[in-house]
């Protein structure tokens, strides 16, 4: 039962902490809700037909497959939030305006809107489907396993949802004049955390060197298998011992996203209050 409690927190977490960001994110963009819901419809499915089929993409590539499908996943979902985070900061000014001013239609954001779902669909089909394959090795591991799974499971999914929302609560305080910042930050810090995994499964695959492996580590201050760790690297990538390809990919993820965002910022025609 405590073995899936843990493993369903762990992998719930990170995709619930992504819904919680991008809800906080895309506050004030029209029918939202809709698109986070289908989103999570639609990583679920996918989660499914993926763990259906996890022996097949396993066996691809001399049985790297499916460090590379993760990659694909990652890299997949690095694209998304740069594009979500260029794109605020060219319209997170006239959003704020919205957000003041209830009466005010939410008119703008369609293509937002579309990224919205993408990011969340591609982490819950990733974190959803190596649950269900993690559940399924300790289901069969005792006769009552099923049943301890099961609450198990519960407890975690419960555990990884409050966090969650205690984190979205906590974004929902931030006043309106910073809102955009603070979550913009965040969701540069989660892209460029999927770019390190990314890196970290390359190097697994030899595609990558790892350039010193690990460069530090940090697990006698703190762990990753903590709840705080857990919860760090979920929200910024923190990694005890990571590789040092693992920084360039973080540290070149974070660079090119914030010199977009900057540009575009710069161009970005000042928004009329009148």
Known sequence: MYAAAII??????????????????????????RWVLGGIFTGLLGAAVVASGMEMIA????????????????????V?????????????????LQMKNTARAVT??????????????????????????????????????????LFGGALGLGAGALVASLLYAGLLRIPVRWFFAAT??????????????????????????????PIWNTSHVLSQNTVVGTILHGLIGYDAQPAGMQVVAYVGVLIVIA???????????????A
């Open 59 to 78: 066996n691809l590539v001399d049985g790297m497959g499916q460090e590379f499908f993760n990659v694909a996943i990652l890299l997949t979902a690095v």
């Open 80 to 96: 998304m939030l740069a594009w979500h985070n260029i794109w605020m900061a060219s319209h997170g000014r006239e959003l704020a």
């Open 184 to 213: 913009g930050a965040l969701v540069l810090l989660l892209a460029a955390s999927m770019a390190s995994q990314a890196a970290r499964l390359l190097i697994q695959a030899d595609v990558l060197p790892s350039l010193a492996s």
């Open 8 to 33: 369903v927190f762990r992998e719930s977490l990170e995709a619930a902490l992504i819904i919680s960001i991008m809800l906080a994110a895309t506050r004030g963009i029209a029918m939202r809700g």
């Open 108 to 149: 703008d954001g369609r293509s937002e809107r579309s990224v919205i779902l993408l990011v969340i669909a591609l982490a819950v089909m990733r974190e959803g489907s190596e649950t269900v394959l993690f559940l399924y090795g300790v289901a069969t591991d005792s006769a009552n396993g099923t049943r301890d799974t």
């Open 259 to 273: 010199s977009g965002m900057l540009w575009v910022s710069r161009r970005a025609s000042p928004v009329r209050t």
